[in-house]
C-alpha cells in the first residue's frame, strides 16, 4: 500500500515536471527508437542547441539550467503488461506511462509486405528465399498467448481431398467468440468476396513476423491496423467461404509460407509448446507435421504432393470417363486430362504399363 502511494506521488511529481514544460518534455520523448520491443529515449544535445541563443558558448551551462529549471531527463524504459505502453523512469526518480504510437512498432512490422486489401502478401517471395531455420520468441513475461478457440481439432494440417489443407480446422458453433493468438496488428479483415475460399477472414502480423489466420467468420469487429493483444476478442466464428459447416479456419504462416499450427500450440490442452520456437524450412511442407522427428519432417517435405484434381472436377465432383482410341497411351491420356498415370493406374485398378485396347473404357476423373 505504501509503495502504492509512493507511486502516486511520483506520478503526480511527473506529471507536473510535464506541465511545467510541455514542448521540452515532448520534443525529448520524440527522440525515441524502438528495439526489439524496448523503447530506448536520448536526448539530442544538437537540437537543444538550436533553440538556444546563437552565441551560447558553454554547453554544460546550458545543460544544468535545464536541470535548475525543473525538466526531468529520461534515463530508463520499463515494459508493463500492455506492449504499447511503458513506464520512462527520469534521473529526479519520477516516472510516467509512455503510450507508443504507430511509428514506434519494431522494426517494419507494419510495412514491409503490408498488403490490406488481399489475403496473402508476401506472393513475390518464394520458399527458397527463406532462410534454412529461424527462431521465433512467442511470449515472454509481458507478451501472452491464447487459443484461437477452444474446440476439437476436425481436421489438420494435410493433403486432404487432394489439395493442400495448409492450417487447421478447429469446431464450433455460429458465432463463437475468437480471439487473437498473439499481440500484433490486424493486417487484412476481407469480407467473404475478397477471399477466394477463406470467407471473412482475418489476418494479424504479430511482432516476430508470424501472421495467424483466421476464416470462415462470421464476422469481425476488428479492422486493418488494429492494435491486438493476445486472448482479444476479434470476431466471431461461422462458416463463410468454403466450409461445409462452421469451424475456424487457423493458419500459422512465415513470410508467407503455412506452417502446422499444432507445432505452435497443443489445442488439447489449450498451451503453448514453447516460449520459443525453431522454424525449420522443411516445416513448411504440406507433408511435415507435428509429432515427426526432424529427420522424418526433413523426408517427408521431399516427398512430392499428389497432383490436385482439376478445378473443373472438383467443381463437379462427377467421374469422367474416356473411351481409348487408336493411337493412345495412358500419359496422352492423362495429359488430356489434367490428371497423372499413376491417377488414372489407381481409379481403374491396372498397372501402368498395362497394354490399352481400342475401345476400352477408363476412368480418368
Ligand atoms: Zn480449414
Not at 249 to 266: C, L, S, V, W
Amino acid at each position: 500500500m505504501k509503495r502504492i502511494f509512493a507511486l502516486l506521488i511520483c506520478l503526480l511529481f511527473a506529471t507536473s515536471a510535464f506541465s511545467q514544460d510541455n514542448k521540452g518534455f515532448f520534443g525529448r520523448l520524440k527522440n525515441a527508437f524502438v528495439v526489439h520491443d524496448t523503447v530506448y529515449i536520448y536526448v539530442n544535445q544538437n537540437n537543444n542547441d538550436s533553440i538556444v541563443d546563437e552565441d551560447d558558448e558553454d554547453e554544460d551551462d546550458e545543460e544544468s539550467d535545464e536541470r535548475s529549471e525543473g525538466i526531468p531527463v529520461p534515463i530508463d524504459t520499463l515494459n508493463t503488461h500492455d506492449m504499447f505502453q511503458k513506464v520512462v523512469l527520469f534521473d529526479n526518480g519520477t516516472w510516467l506511462y509512455y503510450n507508443i504510437d504507430r511509428s514506434f512498432i519494431p522494426y517494419t512490422m507494419d510495412s514491409d509486405h503490408w498488403i490490406t486489401e488481399q489475403v496473402h502478401s508476401y506472393n513475390d517471395i518464394a520458399l527458397n528465399d527463406l532462410p534454412e531455420s529461424v527462431v521465433l520468441h512467442l511470449v515472454d513475461s509481458i507478451h501472452g498467448y491464447c487459443i484461437p478457440h477452444p474446440g476439437p481439432i476436425t481436421s489438420q494440417y494435410k493433403y486432404r481431398w487432394k489439395r493442400a489443407h495448409k492450417g487447421i480446422d478447429i469446431g464450433l458453433y455460429t458465432g463463437d467468440a475468437i480471439y487473437a493468438a498473439f499481440d500484433g496488428i490486424v493486417r487484412a479483415a476481407l469480407p467473404v468476396n475478397m477471399t477466394g475460399g477463406y470467407g471473412n477472414v482475418l489476418v494479424i502480423r504479430h511482432l516476430n513476423g508470424l501472421e495467424t489466420y483466421y476464416g470462415h467468420l462470421s464476422r469481425f469487429i476488428v479492422k486493418s491496423g488494429d492494435l491486438v493483444k493476445a486472448g482479444e476478442l476479434i470476431g466471431y466464428g461461422g462458416s463463410t467461404g468454403r466450409s461445409t459447416g462452421p469451424h475456424l479456419h487457423f493458419e500459422t504462416r512465415y513470410m508467407g509460407q503455412a506452417f502446422d499450427p499444432e507445432r505452435i500450440f497443443d489445442f488439447e490442452s489449450g498451451t503453448l509448446r514453447s516460449e520459443e520456437f525453431v522454424l525449420n524450412k522443411h516445416y513448411f511442407s504440406i507433408n511435415s507435421h507435428y509429432g515427426q522427428t526432424d529427420e522424418q519432417s526433413l523426408a517427408a517435405s521431399k516427398k512430392k504432393p499428389s497432383e490436385p484434381k482439376s478445378a473443373k472436377a472438383k467443381q463437379q465432383g462427377k467421374k469422367t470417363y474416356h473411351t481409348v482410341r487408336k493411337g493412345e497411351n495412358l500419359s496422352k491420356i492423362a495429359k488430356r486430362y489434367g490428371t497423372t498415370v499413376s491417377n488414372i493406374c489407381k481409379l481403374n485398378g491396372i498397372k501402368a504399363n498395362k497394354a490399352l485396347r481400342v475401345g476400352q473404357k477408363l476412368r480418368v476423373k
